[in-house]
């Protein structure tokens, strides 16, 4: 299992503030770091896959409890 370096939650917001608030999270940790992010954003499956490609960072893993996902994202630059 994977510990986080951080944890952002963005229950109660919807696309684009949860990946805004992630960037934002990401640019101010290290490489290497973990960062745990909460969302109940329909949306934010697919969006969190796409922004970690494109940004260059690994999505650890994901998963949903409920309506709540769970991201855990590794910055890799």
Same mark, same amino acid.
């Given at each position: 299992m994977v510990n986080s370096d951080k944890q952002i939650d963005c229950i109660g917001f919807f696309c684009p503030i949860p990946i805004v608030r992630t960037r934002e999270a990401i640019r101010a940790m290290a490489v290497g770091q973990v960062l745990e992010v909460f969302s109940d954003d329909p949306a934010a499956e697919a969006d969190m896959r796409r922004w970690a490609e494109q940004a260059g960072h690994d999505l650890l893993s994901l998963s949903q409890t409920g309506g709540v996902? =769970?991201?855990?994202? =590794?910055?890799r630059r």
């Open positions: 996902y =769970r991201f855990l994202v =590794r910055k």
